[in-house]
């Protein structure tokens, strides 16, 4: 008998073969307690792929389909005792020539002549080894794979309170003036959650996606794991579709790093009580220097309004690439790449501290090598420094603002 695909076979809802199935008028089959489930709370016996309406409630069954279904449930049925089609012997040795399990009477066949055997549970363990070989570069990706979704929930975390905190501060720059900028305000209150729900939107689309190819780690690795708990014969008779699943999940890609997701806070925040005046009186003639908290080392707080700085307590924030690891430093939420620059800084009475200017960090995560100028405060004494090519040397203030800063 010649037997269909099994996935033709399958009913769609319950996804397994085909159980007393019945037809109905678009030509679709199902299950029968499938399609009543479906239909219980539904007005319309609409079909489950088509949308199809059908007319009746009682669809007649499909005769045909269900005796194919036996016949594969049967069939299977004979598979899994492990019994010689041709000669109802059990299988105990397995013809290299031919990679398939035999019985005894099978190797003294014609069909078999001058072929090498060797007893089944042999070829089965060696057969097993190689699966598990296979399969241990499946788990340490699934492994990655977990540890960036982590990740991504982080930051989905830690992205709602970012907007939240975020908003609150709009709302509050914006009391002070509401009643002549409230057309601004909620221009800004919108921009900011539309950048938080598309952020959003892209994080969970990415996330989504990483569970995608997860899912398909994971039942790939369930089922070679079952498929390795199942008899020789079995595993034997499944062994290159096993290897070959596994060979086609090792192609998937590596997770790209859970990089972005985050606000801009200040694209937001940034200057807000400037613009403010500036639309009321026209008259602000200097600009703040904007933090960035997306890069600002794990010690540091910075203030509501983006502003300033104080050393802290250990923070706990989401591991990001623009985060600085090893300075304890901040950046600013705009650069420049010409021209001179001014800025008037209240450092308090701290006793040390730093401030200057640094060429774009490309590594965050380590010791810069070069590409900062600094005036710095530290141990009651004041200093210009920079370093080039991994060393630190002292510059006159002179050096300092003629040289690398203009």
Not at 392 to 398: C, F, G, L, T
Request: hydrophobic share 35%; net charge neutral.
């Amino acid at each position: 008998m010649a037997f269909r695909p099994e996935e033709d076979l399958t009913c769609s809802i319950c996804h397994d073969i085909f159980k007393d199935p019945v037809v109905l008028s678009c030509s679709h089959s199902f299950c029968n307690d499938c399609v009543k489930s479906w239909w219980w709370d539904k007005q319309q016996c609409e079909c489950p792929v088509c949308k199809t309406v059908s007319q009746t409630r009682q669809p007649p069954r499909n005769l045909a389909l269900r005796n194919l279904c036996e016949a594969i449930v049967s069939r299977k049925e004979n598979d899994s005792e492990g019994l010689c089609r041709l000669h109802s012997e059990k299988f105990k040795l397995f013809c290299l020539d031919h990679q398939e399990p035999v019985c005894v009477i099978c190797r003294d066949s014609k069909a078999h002549n001058n072929h090498r055997f060797r007893p089944i549970d042999e070829v089965a363990q060696e057969s097993k080894k190689k699966v598990q070989m296979l399969l241990l570069p499946l788990q340490k990706k699934l492994k990655l794979f977990e540890e960036v979704k982590e990740q991504f929930e982080e930051k989905e975390n830690y992205l709602k309170t970012q907007a939240e905190h975020t908003e609150a501060q709009i709302k509050d720059e914006f009391k002070k003036l509401y009643q002549f900028l409230q057309k601004e305000e909620k221009k800004r209150i919108a921009a900011l959650r539309n950048k938080a729900k598309m952020n959003k939107k892209w994080l969970r689309c990415d996330s989504d996606d990483l569970s995608r190819r997860m899912a398909l780690l994971s039942e790939t690795i369930r089922v070679t794991e079952e498929e390795l708990k199942a008899e020789n014969v079995i595993f034997l008779q499944n062994y290159k579709t096993a290897v070959k699943n596994i060979q086609q999940c090792s192609l998937l890609d590596d997770p790209p790093p859970c990089f972005g997701y985050l606000l801009n806070v200040a694209e937001h925040l940034g200057n807000l009580a400037s613009l403010i005046w500036t639309e009321i009186e026209k008259t602000i003639s200097c600009t703040p220097v904007v933090l960035n908290p997306n890069t600002a080392h794990q010690h540091l707080t910075i203030s509501a309004d983006l502003t300033s700085l104080r050393y802290s307590r250990r923070q706990k924030v989401p591991k990001i690439l623009e985060r600085i690891d090893y300075y304890r430093c901040v950046l600013g939420s705009e650069g420049f790449d010409s021209g001179s620059h001014i800025w008037d800084v209240e450092v308090g009475d701290g006793c040390h501290w730093g401030l200057g200017v640094a060429a774009w960090l490309a590594y965050r995560k380590k010791d810069i090598k070069s590409g900062l100028w600094i005036i710095k405060f530290e141990r009651n004494e004041y200093s210009a420094v920079s370093q080039q090519n991994e060393q630190w040397r002292k510059i006159s203030p002179e050096d300092f603002t003629n040289k690398w800063l203009n």
